[in-house]
């Protein structure tokens, strides 16, 4: 009995998985993974000079929030996506992770759906929402709830 109840722990997180990508093929990527947000920026952003604020903001010792904070909330989507690719191509680092090491908590949360892509910041939400020991089922549920609504 005990054996059965390991053996269909993964049935889950692999049935989860399976629906997730079923139902990205089928919709086409709509709904909230296709979403642009409501930032419209009024004046030509320079991406580059983003992305090299945010690298002097992450470099070195200690963290300037303000300047991650200041460039990231007041950039819609799209640009946000820029950004990323133009840090990718000028520093040959990935954002995320640069932020990621810097950063903890709720404010690390908020700029991982800042800076990832929506399809990318679900799948790694539901992910750890099934990974380990038990089920976090109020947070795969809200992400459920966003990709359908």
């Known amino acids: 009995q005990h054996y059965f109840i390991q053996s269909n722990l ?3 997180m692999i049935a989860m998985n399976l629906w997730f990508v079923a139902f990205l093929t089928l919709t086409g990527l709509n709904g909230v993974l296709s979403y642009d947000g409501t930032i419209e920026e009024p004046y030509p952003v320079d991406v580059n000079e983003d992305a090299r604020v945010l690298r002097s903001a992450v470099k070195g010792w200690g963290t300037n929030e303000a300047n991650i904070i200041n460039i990231l909330t007041k950039r819609s989507y799209n640009t946000r996506q820029r950004i990323v690719q133009a840090y990718k191509s000028i520093y040959d680092r990935d954002l995320w992770s640069d932020i990621h090491s810097d950063t903890s908590g709720d404010f690390r949360l ?3 759906g800042l800076i990832l892509t929506n399809a990318r910041f679900l799948a ?5 929402a099934v990974d380990g020991w038990g089920t976090d089922e109020d947070e795969l549920i809200l992400c459920l709830m966003l990709v359908i609504n």
């Open 10 to 12: 993964r049935f889950p």
């Open 110 to 112: 908020a700029l991982k």
């Open 124 to 128: 790694e939400e539901m992910r750890s």
